[in-house]
Every structure is written in C-alpha cells, then in structure tokens.
C-alpha cells in the first residue's frame, strides 16, 4: 500500500516523466506485436498505389514503391528499440566498470583510464561513429557495435564521479579491513552504489543513441534495404517531400516522439532518484 502510495505521489509530480515512460512502453509493445498490429506486410509493394495520400486504407499514406507507411514505421520500431537495447546493454556495464576502476584505484590507472576517455569525449559522437561504421561497413551490427564504442565515455565519467565520493566511506574501510580485494570492492560494493546514476543516464542517453541510428540509417550506414527502419525511410522520402510530404515526414515524427519521450523518462528518474528532490 506504500509503494501504491509512492506511485501515486510520484506520478502527481512528475507528470511528463510518466508520459514520457507511457510512450515508451507503448511503442516498445507496438514492437513485439508488430506482426499482429500492421495492416500490411512491411515490404509488401503495389506500384498502382505509390505515393498516395493518408486515406482510410493507408492511415499513414505509402512510399514510392507502394508499401505502407505505417506497417512499415511499426516494424521499424522493432529495429529502433533494438539498436537501443543492445546499445545500453554494452555501454552502461563497460562504462560503470572503468569508471569505477578509476576512481577507486586512482594513480596511473585513473589517468589512463580518463585520457582514453577524454579522447572519445573530445570527438562528436556521430562522427566518431561514422567513422566506425565506414570501416567495418554498414548494417545493423556494426552500428550498434560503432554507437556502443562511442557512447560509454559518459557512462565512465558519472561512475568515476560516484566513486571518488565513495571510496573513502567507512563501510569501504571496513571491507577493506576484513581483507576485500580492490577487484571485489568496486565489483560488490561501489558498482551497486552507481546503479541509480547509471539508470538515470541510460534513459538520458536513449534519446541521443535513437538519432545516432536514425542518422547512421539515413546515410545508408545502418540498417540495408529493404528494412524498415526510420533513418532509411527519411532517406528515402526527402526526395518527395516537396509534393509528398507524408513519405518523409512519418518517420520523422516518430523519431522525435520517441525521442521525446526518453528525455522526459530521464528527467522524470533524475528528479525521482535524487534524494534532494524527495
């Protein structure tokens, strides 16, 4: 009944925090029962029906190839979210890790650890992955494996951050008096202690990883025809936006709605994690 009660309180004072976790959750579940909620097959194509208008058959109109636009954007939500997943799955676990390393080790191992980072942080994160993407080629893994690779720096900076406060806390002298490791200290106590950080930048960070891919897709770098994901139809569509404007501007749309809605979610856990906000 307590926790109802938290709920509630929390869903009063942050209000877009929820929506934004309500259009996440909505668009993650449009992406699991994407094979039962489009009305067509997403590379379905009818050239009698290219470019056509938003209408009662085609909510969202169709492409030059005849294919539905939103079949399509709902099947592209699956590669999206994907991309995300898997690129917050890498990242967050490799960035807690060195940045934790660093900050309770200190000495070389911290400044090692924080010029490689300060070199990834110095360089734009989608140029850095256009970079990668261009020479291990394009597709879908290898954008997730070029945004993973320039995405963890900030993950590390935050834990470092975390870990400088902690590492001189009484409970890590005691542990360090019973005879933990340094390894099982960062890894048992201090790791589990930057969680909230962590989360509080993963949903932050989502909004910024969903235009990565979208770009990479845009260029031809990401997901290949004839996937659907959003970047590609933007691609795809800019060259009829001036007389077809549905063709481009759909998937733009649910990138920002989407992207959108991640911001609010991490605004939302940032004021919801912070003891100070309570």
């Known amino acids: ?33 994407a094979p039962l909620l489009a009305p067509y097959a997403p590379n379905a194509q009818s050239l009698a029906d290219r470019l056509q208008p938003p209408s009662a058959a085609h909510w969202f109109g169709t492409d030059e190839l005849g294919r539905d636009i ?16 898997l690129v917050s799955v890498v990242t967050a676990p490799v960035g807690l890790l060195l940045g934790c390393t660093a900050g309770y080790f200190g000495g070389w191992v911290e400044a090692t650890l924080m ?23 394009p597709g879908i893994e290898n954008a997730v494996l070029a945004i993973a690779v320039v995405s963890w720096p900030p993950y590390a900076r935050v834990a470092r951050a975390e870990t400088l406060a902690l590492r001189r806390a009484e409970f890590i002298d ?14 048992r106590h201090i ?11 993963m949903s932050l960070d989502m909004a910024g990883v969903v235009l990565i891919a979208a770009g990479l897709g845009f260029l031809g770098l990401g997901a290949q025809p004839p996937t659907a994901e959003w970047g590609a139809m933007i691609a795809t569509g800019r060259q009829y936006m001036l007389d077809h404007w549905w063709v481009a501007a759909m998937p733009g749309i649910a990138i920002a709605v989407l992207s959108l809605a991640f911001n609010l979610l991490g605004d939302g856990l940032r004021d919801w994690l912070d003891p100070k906000q309570r």
């Open 174 to 187: 005691a542990a360090r008096l019973a005879g933990a490791s340094g390894g099982r200290i960062v890894l």
């Open 191 to 201: 790791m589990p202690l930057c969680l909230p950080s962590m989360i509080v930048r």
């Open 70 to 85: 939103l079949s399509r954007l709902i099947f592209g939500a699956r590669v999206t979210l994907g991309i995300v997943a």
């Open 1 to 33: 009944m307590i926790a109802d009660l938290d709920m509630g309180v929390t869903a009063r004072r942050h209000p877009m925090a929820v929506t934004g976790a309500a259009i996440v959750l909505i668009v993650a579940a449009i992406a699991i029962l």
């Open 115 to 137: 010029r490689v980072t300060d070199v990834f942080l110095a360089l734009p994160r989608l140029i850095l992955a256009l970079a990668f993407v261009a020479a291990l080629g």
